[in-house]
């Protein structure tokens, strides 16, 4: 099995634009679609970007996602930043069978 | 609308069982694998089990192989968890979610707590 290994925080200022990456530790980022989990406190995970770069209905497009095959490694990016998208975000792949999750970055939007 | 509610967590003693229940609607559940996810306090997620959408097949992550058991009711619209021989470690928020290479669904969660 692989790992994801997330940045464990992120800060940025409102309005503005930042990136969170998840790599892969073995094995190609594009054998296995990624997605990114949005988790604010005291709720329930929601998706915020499947299958690599597709937004779920209701999802803003100032969320976006990437992958990047030089570094295996996936993003998610985040423009116009909010107060609201302070959260954790998870990414996740899949490998035989099994969920793989990364551990998680916070952001934090000040 | 989909809700998938679970129930049957609590405070249990090391070495004791419990067993979680996740009833679903508003979608086809017999249609879906399903998996449990788990989140200690504090902590990330952690993928625990999951069902193929007919329980043909099942498979665990290496900290719960042997003591926990996965199983659903496709009739009852419900997904189980046995969770036997629980340890301190075994301390979470469990989610039932849908899904197989992706989780589309989730649960709010129902807290376990192993303590002596």
């Known amino acids: 099995n692989f790992m994801l290994t997330q940045p464990h925080s992120v800060s940025e200022s409102p309005g503005k634009t930042v990136t969170i990456s998840c790599t892969r530790s073995?094995?190609?980022?594009?054998?296995?679609?990624v997605q990114w989990y949005q988790q604010r406190p005291g709720s329930s995970p929601t998706t915020v970007i499947y299958?690599?770069?597709?937004?779920p209905s209701g999802v803003p497009d100032r969320f976006s996602g990437s992958i990047d095959s030089s570094s295996n490694s996936a993003s998610l990016t985040i423009s116009g930043l909010k107060t609201e998208d302070e959260a954790d975000y998870y990414c996740?792949?899949?490998?035989?069978?099994?969920?793989?999750f990364g551990g998680g970055t916070k952001l934090t939007v000040l | 609308q989909v809700q998938l509610v679970e129930s049957g967590g609590g405070v249990v003693q090391p070495g004791r069982s419990l067993r979680l229940s996740c009833a679903a609607s508003?979608?086809?559940?017999?249609?879906?694998?399903m998996h449990w996810v788990r989140q200690a306090p504090g902590k990330g997620l952690e993928w625990v089990a999951v069902?193929?959408?007919?329980?043909?097949?099942?498979y665990y992550a290496d900290s719960v192989k042997g003591r926990f058991t996965i199983s659903r009711d496709n009739s009852k619209n419900t997904l189980y968890l046995q969770m036997n021989s629980l340890r301190a470690e075994d301390t979470a928020v469990y989610y039932c979610?849908?899904?197989?290479?992706?989780?589309?669904?989730w649960g709010q969660g129902t807290m376990v707590t192993v303590s002596s």
């Open positions: 073995s094995g190609s980022i594009a054998s296995n679609y």
């Open positions: 979610a849908g899904g197989i290479t992706m989780i589309t669904y």
């Open positions: 508003g979608f086809t559940f017999s249609s879906y694998g």
């Open positions: 996740q792949s899949y490998d035989s069978s099994t969920l793989v």
């Open positions: 299958e690599d770069n597709q937004r």
């Open positions: 069902i193929w959408y007919d329980g043909s097949n099942k």
